[in-house]
C-alpha cells in the first residue's frame, strides 16, 4: 500500500528564514501532490498543488517541488513570519483512486519573532 | 474560496445515544463530499465518500452501520454516529470539491465528538 512520509518532529525557525518541509512516499507516484496548512482544532486549508508533470510550483512566498526520482516533494515558505506557525500536511491522489487523497501526518511549523 | 460549513462545532454526549454532524458547501454544488476522522497527532483518515443521490463509498475498515451517510441534497451530507461508544472521540471533518480535475478541496472547521 502507498505510503507518505512526513518529518514528524517540528521545524522550529527563525523569523525571515525559509523553512522547508519534506513529503516522502512510496510506490509508484502520484497524479498529482498538494500541500495544506492546518491550525489547530481547525480543518484544513488547501495551499498549492503540483502534477506529476510539473516540477515547481509557486505561490507568493510559497513555493513546492515534485521529483518523481526521487519520490518526494519539497514544500519551501521564505521569508517566514510567526504567522506562518502552523501544521503543514502533504497530500496525494493516484489515478487509480482518483477521486480520493491520502494523507501525510503532518509537520509542525513553529517561526519564532 | 469555496465555502464549506460544518455543524456543530463540537458535541459531546452520552455513550449509547446517536449524533448528527451536517456539512453544508455554502456558495457551491457539490456532488461529492468527503468525510475524514482525524485523531490527536495523527493525519486525516478518509471514512467515506459522500456522492449526491447514491449510497456512500466507505474504506475498508469503516462501519457503515455505525457511520450513517446521508447525501440528500446538492449542498448538504450528513454523518450519524449511532450508537457512540468512547472510541468514537474523535475530530470529524467533511469537505467538498467543486472540480474533479483539480483536485482541490475544501474543508469544513470540523467537529468535535466527545462521547462520555
Known amino acids: 500500500s502507498q505510503k507518505i512520509e512526513q518529518n514528524s518532529e517540528a521545524l522550529n525557525i527563525q523569523e525571515g528564514k525559509t523553512a522547508t518541509l519534506t513529503c516522502n512516499y512510496t510506490?509508484?507516484?502520484?497524479?498529482?501532490l498538494q500541500w495544506y496548512r492546518q491550525d489547530p482544532g481547525r480543518g484544513p486549508v488547501f495551499l498549492l498543488l503540483?502534477?506529476?508533470?510539473?516540477k515547481e510550483k509557486r505561490k507568493e512566498r510559497l513555493k513546492v517541488t515534485f521529483d518523481t526520482t526521487l519520490k518526494q516533494s519539497l514544500f519551501h515558505i521564505t521569508a517566514s513570519q510567526p504567522a506562518d506557525s502552523a501544521t503543514y500536511l502533504c497530500?496525494?491522489?493516484?489515478?487509480?483512486?482518483?477521486?480520493?487523497?491520502?494523507f501525510g501526518t503532518g509537520t509542525r511549523l513553529l517561526v519564532s519573532p | 474560496g469555496a465555502v464549506v460549513s460544518q455543524h456543530p462545532s463540537w458535541v459531546i454526549c452520552k455513550s449509547g445515544t446517536s449524533v448528527k454532524i451536517e456539512c453544508r458547501s455554502l456558495?457551491?454544488?457539490?456532488?461529492?463530499m468527503f468525510w475524514y476522522r482525524q485523531f490527536p497527532k495523527q493525519s486525516l483518515m478518509l471514512m467515506a465518500t459522500?456522492?449526491?443521490?447514491?449510497?456512500?463509498?466507505?474504506e475498508q475498515g469503516v462501519e457503515k452501520d455505525k457511520f450513517l451517510i446521508n447525501h440528500a441534497s446538492l449542498t448538504l451530507s450528513t454523518l450519524t454516529v449511532t450508537s457512540a461508544h468512547p472510541e468514537d472521540s474523535s475530530f470529524y471533518i467533511c469537505?467538498?470539491?467543486?472540480?474533479?480535475?483539480?483536485?482541490?478541496?475544501?474543508f469544513g472547521e470540523g467537529s468535535r465528538l466527545t462521547v462520555l
Open positions: 497530500a496525494l491522489a493516484w489515478n487509480t483512486g482518483f477521486q480520493k487523497l491520502v
Open positions: 510506490n509508484y507516484s502520484p497524479a498529482y
Open positions: 456558495d457551491f454544488q457539490a456532488t461529492t
Open positions: 469537505s467538498a470539491r467543486i472540480l474533479a480535475n483539480t483536485g482541490e478541496l475544501f
Open positions: 503540483i502534477r506529476e508533470n510539473e
Open positions: 459522500s456522492n449526491e443521490g447514491s449510497k456512500a463509498t466507505y
